[in-house]
């Protein structure tokens, strides 16, 4: 929100510009996209006028001005309508939107990504599992492919948002680094999380604990034949027209960190052992009550096996994308972790209400037969990140509340 | 209007509105084609003069048609164009004038729509290209065998654009097309034929109107006139009401659903392009007569006739005891200005307001209602009265929570229903479909003492019994399946989050926060949306009755308010800007076009489309998000694409004119309409005189020589001339030796600023003679009964069958009108069903009698169709107590308004289905939006 007073102080020490930016505002803008297109005009005058400068009237067809407003508009509708642009464009756009904060942009769907969604339904009934051999090969090609593509969307985002680390798709899907999540993309996610996880199931039982080599090369040739499916045409478009670029500069940028599915696996054994410690004392109280402590049965359950569990408090405010059931009046929201594995969260008048509240949340999940770590997208500060989320097995990816943390920075 | 449902809606309340055209067929002889002579009487037994083409109906099916394959170039494509204008001149014969209008520029609230078509069209239309490319790849491989690939160029449907160069080539055809009918169809010989091409801006329907409009304003007009305007859209309707000529006709292709469709990859119907297998094609019909087209299968026409319409209108608006005079006319014009909000091309409609859950009769009701506050008519010649629409508004306000609580619960009941049925559906497929017990039930031979038969009492009884306990085991069994139901329900697809729930507290705020995303608390922003849709219902309703009130005016949001927003509305509009003007055609391409279709411009042009440093790059995304705001398919949901900033474009344009070519420069021009005549037509000779004459100033058609018509004309740069050789524009047909048509410049007839066409019924029309049932009848004609009118003509002799004839029916449909089974309005079970023989001669039926039966179906149909299960065998005879009017168009060939529903066809498994809400099967003609 820094940035906004910036904005707003520099306009109350320059009423010309402020009177300027009006004429150049849409006629049926929202306040909101306008604030935040007006701080991209701002940011980027100075390729249209000097400093101090009275910027030309709209009227005049001043061509560096007009060329400012088309990219401005073009980050508005990339950032809050959701469309996107040729990857030229996406880039340019991007790197002038720099330090310009939106917490709550809308997620929208693109019109490519609910084919692909329909198109994938209608293959996978009618030829699964008869042509298992082209889907790999074809996965190896596009693997390479999307892996470049996703290191042009990394360094697209680094320079946008030097500060913190996002959108890192899973390696498998890639598209022009929409910020906005898409079902789509979730969907995908949750699949390969389940995959692997029967595949850790498998090896546990046969007494290997630790993530082997060969746990990996199992499911990465598993996971391929799913991806294989979500690979649409456009999808495969847009990975082949992102090959130029990305070579020139593959190293300029590091990759962010981005979950996997070796994150899950490494965090799956803990759970299934903390699942039955949980299991074990909810039994030894007579069940599951409202009554309970539970924020000392989670602790101690998770302290029983040598680990601790993380409490992060922020004040509701300050995350603006949260479902609107919630009351005003309940001002605090805790968030659970172990491991960097979100398990709940809660709010409340106080810290000490929001986290009970956050840790029966979190037990609840202990209820079911099984939980399982998925790599699941979510909001931090109005973007999309990827974060570990414990969920029972029975339960469908939901719409999470937006994160308290970084969930990159806490691994 | 983007409304499909709307015209379903109308046709199912409003039935005699409809009337099946008699098409007289050209017959052949050794191989010749002896043309129909049009000059004969209309064998729809009544007189057209007036007949308009809305070309671009006729454009789009046949350039890409659905139904059969696409032609394979330009020039096939203009000879399906004329053959389908001879055909709709064939059926409607019209007697003094021919207007074909090309949709040109349109103006800017229309631009919304178009580009988002425009922007759909060409995604799907690379997608089903590379689709088929896919599988045509994959049939190869498993060694089928398809045609060979004709080199062609995929059509790209975007060309049917005003600017482009396949719309310029279209006009040359056209005027090719006219000038060979004048001199060479006797039909044509006294006509006058006026063509406005895609460089005259304005949509086509509404140049159409236009030009009624300005005829009707003059005084040489007959108010007589029998015009018949041809097009599929839903609102010609809405414009040919707000015309108020007396006789007005609408032509239309009748929608029959669920048209097999030939696969895209080996042309043969039966399968999609999904399931093409490459295999050989199947001998259709016993000498392969019916290979090019399955039987039953071509396009059949259909008239509406707006006076009916105007008729059942005058009936359920009529109210008693009004505050003010009742003036039908103007009620009317009501009517169709609640119509506008259900659904239009320039508007989103109402959230709340679903034409299929009955919206306009609530309208309706709420109008009636409320008409007797706001003392007199919401609309006057096509301008609004705010404070009265507020009214209306509120009303539908007060009840929008109950329509959305009611629509969810709506939708629950027919998913458990959808569900339950087919539930039902694979527990009947697994057991015998039905089996006959009690005195009926099957018995081992030579068992017990049952070895002789023994009589059957009261054989009614006891089927009725059996009918009874089967619909009974059917209930029964459903529980036992339940098991498999959770399996069943997961693999089915995960609806779509619905983050609005309108249908709960708080939806307001919900909506608004995601569809606008702003808070509720924004009241200014609300305000705007509502001024804007405001001004949009000024617009739309000025549109259809004055003509174009601005040409830069749109609705600049994606979502409409709810009917609660409209409070003090009346001080939210005064007037249109005055004096705008349309974008030029290329310019309009370039507000329309999605990057991908811009090779239809110029390269420079071009280049602003994708260029990086273009200062309008951002009107031109590659992917654009698609709300579905509740709908099931990509193609009905809301895109979200940004608006064009005129300004901008406009300016980014300046610098790339100077590159346009001088043909460019001609097709980024705004022309005008044509006036074509042949030889006999008393204008020939005055034209002619003018030519001649090089007379360089317009012109007054004397109206004496032209049946009223009145306007200017001047003279072409390139005419058509009489003795000069018209050259053929399309090498498959000749150059014209011998022309003695001529073609000049026409100009509608000009009226001074500000004038008001009055929407009013002309003095010296005849009212038209009454074709529905009086409501007084059985009062007044106590001793007859009510005869239905069912074509054009009054007094139509009904069509009798003599005795032989009945003697050649019961020959071939022995169960049905045979002599056995004592009547075919018996009530008891016809032996039929019983009867082997007849179940087995049923598939031969309907293979030995194609003839017989009017509404021919693939034969697949009857030979998957299982056998009668579940439903009491006798309901499928008798057709008086029949349900199910596909059986009955097949049997009897019963034509008539049953067949605009879409229970008609399908197969059993599919024609429950219901014809409300949710399933949509797209329509087959959902791909021809017109502009």
Known sequence: ???????????????????????????????????????????????????????????????????????????????????????????????????????????????????????????????????????????STEDHGARKTSNVNDR???????????????????????????????????????????????????????????????????????????????????????????????????????????DTKERQPFFNRLYKTVAWKLVSAGGFNANLNHEE?????????????????????????????????????????????????GCGKTKETAKAVASREAVKLFLKKKVVVRICRRKYNGRDVEDLVLYDEESRPVNLPPAIRNPQELV | MGVPAFFRWLSRKYPSIIVHSVEEKPKECNNIKIPVDTTKPNPNEVEFDNLYLDMNGIIHPCTHPEDKPAPKNEDEMMVAIFEYIDRLFNIVRPRRLLYMAIDGVAPRAKMNQQRSRRFRASKEGVESSEEKQRIREEVLSKGGYLPPEEVKERFDSNCITPGTEFMDNLAKCLRYYIADRLNNDPGWKNLTVILSDASVPGEGEHKIMDYIRRQRAQPHHDPNTHHCLCGADADLIMLGLATHEPYFTIIREEFKPNKPKPCGLCGQFGHEIKECQGMPREKKGEHDEFADTPPGCEQEFIFIRLNVLREYLEKELTMASLPFQFDFERSVDDWVFMCFFVGNDFLPHLPSLEIREGAIDRLVNIYKNVVHKTGGYLTDSGFVNLERVQMIMLAVGEVEDNIFKKRKEDDEHFKRRQKERKKRMKAEHQKPSFVTSGQFAPRALGQGSC?????????????????????????????????????????????????????????????????????????????????????????????????????????????????SDFENISCLFKEFEKGTKPFKPLEQLMGVFPAASGNFLPESWRRLMNDPDSSIIDFYPDDFAIDLNGKKFAWQGVALLPFVDERRLRAALEEVYPDLTPDETRRNSLGGDSIFVGESHPLNDFIHE???????????????????????????????????????????????????????????????DGYIFKAVVLQGAKKPAPTLKPGDWEKSNQDRSWRPQLGFNQNRKPVHLDSSAF?????????????????????????????????????????????????????????????????????????????????????????????????????????????????????????????
């Open chain 1, 156 to 262: 697209v985002e680094n320079r946008n948002q030097p500060s913190d680390t996002m959108e890192s798709s899973s390696g498998k899907i890639c598209d022009g680094n929409i910020p906005s999540t898409s079902l789509n993309k979730r969907e995908v996610h949750s699949n390969a999380a389940q995959r692997t996880d029967t595949n850790t199931e498998f090896y546990e039982k046969s007494g290997n604990r630790r993530p082997l080599p060969v746990t990996k090369a199992k499911s990465s040739l598993n996971l391929p034949k799913e991806a294989g499916y979500k690979h649409d045409a456009a999808q495969e478009r847009k990975s082949h027209s992102v090959k130029g670029p990305s070579q020139s500069s593959d190293n300029a940028f590091k990759p962010t960190r981005r979950f996997t599915s070796e």
């Open chain 2, 451 to 563: 070895s002789v038969p023994e009589a059957i009492n009261n054989p009614r009884q006891e089927a009725y019994r059996m009918r009874m306990q089967n619909a009974h085991s059917v209930d029964n069994a459903s529980p036992n399946t339940g098991q498999k139901r959770k399996a069943e329900g997961s693999d089915s697809e995960p609806e779509p989050e619905d983050n609005i729930r309108l249908w709960e507290e708080g939806w307001k705020q919900r909506y608004y926060k995601n569809k606008f995303d702003v808070d509720a608390s924004d009241e200014k922003f609300r305000r705007k949306v509502v001024q804007s849709y405001v001004e949009g219902l000024c617009w739309v309703l000025r549109y259809y009755y004055q003509g174009c009130a601005s040409w830069k005016w749109f609705f600049p949001f994606h979502y409409a308010p709810f009917a």
């Open chain 2, 690 to 752: 003018l030519y001649r004459a090089n007379t360089t100033e317009a012109t007054q058609i004397p109206p004496e020589l032209c049946h009223g018509i009145q306007g200017k004309v001047q003279l072409e740069e390139d005419p058509i001339l009489p003795n000069k050789i018209i050259e053929s524009p399309v090498p498959l047909l000749r150059d014209l030796s011998q022309n003695f048509a001529i073609s000049i410049k026409f100009e509608d007839p000009e009226y001074e």
């Open chain 2, 807 to 931: 003697r050649t029916l019961g020959h071939t449909l022995p169960q049905t009108r045979g002599p056995r089974g004592g009547g075919h309005y018996s009530n008891a079970p016809p032996p039929g069903s019983y009867n082997p023989v007849n179940t087995y001669r049923m598939p031969n039926r309907s293979a030995a009698l194609p003839s017989l039966m009017q509404n021919n179906r693939p034969q697949g149909s009857w030979s998957n169709r299982p056998p009668l299960y579940n439903q009491p065998p006798q309901r499928n005879f008798g057709p008086m107590q029949n349900p199910h009017p596909a059986f009955m168009n097949q049997q009897m060939g019963q034509r008539g308004p049953s067949n605009y529903y879409q229970r008609y066809g399908g197969d059993l498994n599919r024609q429950g289905y219901n014809q409300g809400r949710n399933y949509q099967a797209p329509p087959p003609s959902g791909r021809y939006h017109r502009n």
């Open chain 1, 297 to 345: 049965l989670l602790n101690s359950c998770i302290e029983s096996l040598k680990a601790t569990l993380d409490i992060a408090f922020v004040p509701l405010k300050d995350l603006a994308d949260l479902p609107q059931n919630k009351t005003s009046q309940e001002n605090i929201v805790c968030e659970l972790r172990c491991k960097s594995v979100y398990l709940g969260m």
């Open chain 1, 1 to 139: 929100m820094g940035s906004e007073c910036e904005v707003s102080e520099f306009l109350g020490q320059n009423p010309e510009t402020a009177a300027w930016l009006e004429r150049v505002r849409g006629e049926c803008e929202s306040d909101k996209w306008w604030q935040h297109r007006r701080e991209f005009i701002l940011r980027n005058l100075r390729d249209v006028c000097g400093e101090g400068e009275i910027p030309p009237l709209p009227e005049t067809n001043h061509k560096e001005l007009d060329r400012l407003l088309a990219y401005s508009m073009a980050w508005a509708n990339h950032v809050f309508t959701g469309c996107r642009y040729p990857l030229p464009v996406m880039e340019k756009v991007l790197k002038m939107a720099e330090n310009i904060k939106v917490t709550d942009a809308p997620t929208h769907t693109t019109r490519d990504e609910l084919v692909a969604k329909v198109k994938k339904r209608g293959i996978s009934s009618s030829n699964e599992g008869v042509e298992e051999e082209p889907c790999k090969k074809q996965k």
